[in-house]
């Protein structure tokens, strides 16, 4: 049984430049959560995305968008990339369709942004 | 609005018995998870606090009391392997599903 995935696990990008990270959550999953993740910090919640819409947003701009597909896999979105941008960025699914409020969040490894 | 306290650091030798400590402020509560990560990995669930009281798995054991805005994990038998950052993380804020993360603690095993 595949948890979730991310890729790719390591990317450098350019200034102003923009950048899509991938998740597929594990099997049995229908909603997917996005967190930045500064060093030494805790994750930041971006967004999360349940039948294929955004269901709610964390204190993150515009620049930030994502997409999930009818099989529930998710795309995160970066334009204008700044130098700040950079951070571990780790999708996180849960299995929100059953109602289920205490659904456990299950980790990718995560995508590890550098912006030069 | 939300808060959420928990010490930085604790510091704590093999095979003893330790307790990481929260306090949250949030609107709509719902329970208390925990997510262990260790460097460089993701995090990992560990628990989840919806009533008052003591739950335990294993070596770790997870405590709530939603009158004192308070919660606790308890590590026995620490192992080297249980160095690792550790946070808690209120379910609750502006919608049903948010989980709010501090910057957790980071747990530090001396042999």
């Known amino acids: 049984d595949a948890g979730v995935t991310q890729s790719p696990t390591h990317l450098i990008k350019t200034r102003g430049q923009q950048v899509t990270l991938r998740c597929s959550p594990k099997?049995?999953?229908?909603?997917v959560s996005w967190y930045q993740q500064a060093l030494g910090q805790g994750p930041q919640f971006i967004f999360q995305y349940y039948e294929e819409e955004e269901r709610q947003r964390g204190n993150f701009p515009d620049r930030f968008s994502g997409h999930q597909f009818p099989n529930y896999s998710s795309e995160l979105n970066v334009n204008a990339l700044l130098l700040g941008d950079s951070a571990l960025y780790l999708c996180?699914?849960?299995?929100?369709?059953?109602?289920?409020?205490?659904?456990?969040?299950?980790f990718g490894n995560g995508t590890r942004l550098t912006v030069t | 609005g939300q808060s959420l306290e928990q010490p930085s650091e604790v510091t704590a030798v093999e095979g003893a018995i330790v307790q990481i400590n929260c306090t949250y402020q949030?609107?709509?509560?719902?329970?208390l998870s925990w997510y262990q990560q260790h460097d460089g990995g993701a995090p990992t669930f560990l628990s989840y606090n919806a009533l008052d009281g003591l739950e335990e798995t294993g070596r770790f054991s997870s405590f709530l009391s939603r009158s004192d805005s308070y919660g606790y994990l308890l590590l026995q038998e620490l192992q080297m392997k249980d160095s690792a950052s550790y946070f808690c993380a209120p379910h609750g804020g502006d919608s049903n599903y948010q989980l709010i993360w501090g910057a957790g603690t980071k747990l530090i095993i001396k042999p």
């Open positions: 996180a699914s849960s299995s929100l369709g059953t109602g289920h409020l205490n659904s456990p969040l299950h």
């Open positions: 949030t609107s709509g509560f719902y329970g």
């Open positions: 099997s049995g999953h229908d909603t």
